[in-house]
């Protein structure tokens, strides 16, 4: 099968992460198959996006005013900060951290255009003093971007007093936060360094 409507159907789906061509193919074609998925799949995406926004505290994503982590009274005020919303995930529900989070969407990159304020590092360090923090863990990527957005945090939050960590032992140069298993996540919380 090919045609217009298949390749752009191909298309979009091989923007998602880790979705080569040859498997947007095949998404493609059991969307095609079976009308029903295709129908609820859109209803829900539609309804999704409609809904979503970002925590005004936090950065997360919720569809109410306040989203579930910030309105958690039993969490402490240590903050963890992580680039994406799957990395919260992935650090709450490995039970690591009883903290408050917050979400950076993204990891300097000045050559793309992403700065502090594309981050919102202001709000991080206005969300450390209102809230005391005494630790923030910088939860991010061995990458780069990543390296480089920890000394950036580190320098901005250095005012506030508080102790600032970051990830160290167990995550593999080049790995992200996302992808590793829970095993190497708890070696990367306990290995983890005030920079
Ligand atoms: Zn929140």
């Known amino acids: 099968m090919s ?41 829900v995406l539609r309804r999704t996006f409609e809904m979503i926004h970002e925590c005004p505290v936090c950065r997360n994503l919720t569809d109410s005013e306040m989203c579930q982590v910030c309105l958690d009274r039993s969490r402490g005020n240590s903050l963890c900060v992580v680039e994406n919303v799957a990395d919260l995930k992935s650090i709450d529900e490995a039970g690591l951290f009883r903290g408050r989070f917050f979400v950076l969407h993204g990891l300097l990159s000045p050559l793309d255009g992403i700065g502090p304020t594309q981050l919102g590092f202001d709000r991080l360090v206005a969300l450390v003093r209102e809230t005391g923090a005494p630790e923030v863990i910088l939860a991010l990527d061995a990458t780069a971007d990543g390296e480089a957005t920890c000394s950036w945090l580190g320098r901005a939050l250095e005012p506030t007093g508080t102790r ?32």
């Open 3 to 43: 045609s217009d409507w298949f390749d752009a159907l191909v298309n979009e789906l091989s923007r998602l992460p880790g979705i080569g061509r040859r498997t947007a193919a095949r998404l493609a074609f059991a969307l095609v198959d079976d009308r029903e998925l295709s129908r609820s799949l859109s209803d």
């Open 164 to 195: 600032v960590t970051r990830l160290a032992r167990g995550l593999p140069s080049g790995a992200s936060v996302e992808m590793i298993d829970s095993g190497t996540l708890v070696q990367a919380f306990e290995g983890r360094q005030k920079i």
